[in-house]
């Protein structure tokens, strides 16, 4: 089990850092700028709190079915971005979401979803949970 609370914390920290670069070249590019409204540490702590659940799903689903998904990582990973992109078009209909949020937050996926994918895999192996005594 403490592998599972490892990959989930580490799910957690690529999925939250991971936009941080994306977003800021996207801004440097072309000017987009975050939330004006309301507090940004309550914004950040929002964003936190989404990415804990998704992360908590990513990996559990994950470690339910390692043996379907250990050595198909790749497509564990697109399986979420897909989802996560049409999720993020979704948002750019809205008033309050730009099409440019949407675009930055489809390519931060397409890196966080591969690298978090990977990384669950080689901690949730059938190699290192054998050892894990619960």
Known sequence: MRQVVVAIGLALVIMYVIPFPVY???SALTGL???TE????????SVLVIKLGVAVAFVLLF???HDRWAKRWTTYALI????????ELGQAITP???WLDAVGGIVAEAIYFPLAAFVVARL???RALVGDPG
Not at 38 to 45: E, K, R, T, W
Not at 80 to 87: G, K, R, T
């Open 24 to 26: 800021g070249a996207l």
């Open 33 to 35: 700028q975050p939330p």
């Open 38 to 45: 309301g507090s940004v540490a309550l914004f950040m702590l």
């Open 63 to 65: 470690y339910l079915a």
């Open 80 to 87: 979420w971005w897909v989802m996560f992109a049409v999720v």
């Open 96 to 98: 309050d979401y730009s």
């Open 124 to 126: 949730l192996s059938r």
